[in-house]
């Protein structure tokens, strides 16, 4: 079963707006923790984000924020102020601790900022 | 700092043929990971390995095989290549600690069977 999921294949967005990218999992693991890459037409990842699951306020990383919910198992990736350098593939991914650090990824999010 | 380094960056192998892709890290990390990504698409786990010794399948293990027989190298087998193994391979690696963690990824094999 699909533990991570995207649904949003491609977004537009116009540059100096915020976006929302959704992610939401599945897990019965008490602890785990999820985490954001974007992956620029490069193809490095770049690690952006880290939130875990006891973690009582949501995680920021400068431009970078994760909305979770935990009751509804959503962890949104909102980046405010778009840049034309945003333009990239985002990636959501979980780590279930109690799964000996295995880390799955959902299908990812193209993300392409308009001037 | 060296980080994660994969060998090689780009490889042609033939259907049937075999061989190793290489990964290093110098972090004393305790995890490492063995992702495929094929055009368009997210990782998908292959392998992971919590320490030296220790290796379990990830999502996507057929046709592939790992060891960790030292803490730093995780190299990844693919024996009998098929076309379907035509992706990009990355290899990572995270302290395994707890708390906020990095997944530090390698630049990625670039790999076509024909």
């Known amino acids: 079963a699909q533990k991570i999921t995207q649904t949003q294949p491609g977004m537009f967005v116009q540059e100096k707006e915020a976006v929302t990218l959704d992610c939401t999992y599945d897990t019965s693991d008490p602890s785990y923790g999820l985490f954001w890459y974007k992956q620029p037409s490069s193809g490095e990842m770049i690690f952006l984000i880290y939130q875990g699951s006891y973690d009582q306020q949501n995680a920021t990383e400068g431009r970078y924020s994760l909305n979770f919910q935990k009751a509804r198992k959503s962890a949104n990736l909102v980046i405010s102020a778009s840049q034309l350098g945003d333009s990239a593939m985002y990636f959501c991914?979980?780590?279930?601790?109690?799964?000996?650090?295995?880390?799955?990824f959902g299908q990812g999010t193209e993300l392409s900022v308009k001037p | 700092n060296a980080g994660v380094t994969q060998t090689p960056k780009f490889r042609i192998l033939k259907i049937g043929q075999s061989m190793t892709l290489q990964c290093t890290q110098d972090?004393?990390?305790?995890?490492m990971y063995w992702y495929r990504q094929d055009p368009g698409m997210g990782l998908k786990l292959i392998y992971y390995?919590?320490?030296?010794?220790?290796?379990d399948k990830g999502e996507v293990p057929n046709g592939y095989n790992v060891s960790r027989s030292t803490t730093e190298d995780f190299p990844l087998r693919l024996e009998l290549a098929a076309p379907s193994q035509t992706s990009v391979y990355f290899c990572?690696?995270?302290?395994?600690?707890?708390?906020?963690?990095?997944?530090?990824f390698g630049s990625g094999t670039q790999l076509s069977v024909l």
């Open positions: 390995s919590v320490g030296a010794g220790i290796t």
């Open positions: 991914a979980m780590r279930e601790d109690n799964q000996g650090g295995k880390l799955i």
């Open positions: 990572a690696s995270s302290s395994g600690s707890g708390g906020v963690e990095k997944l530090f």
């Open positions: 972090m004393n990390h305790n995890y």
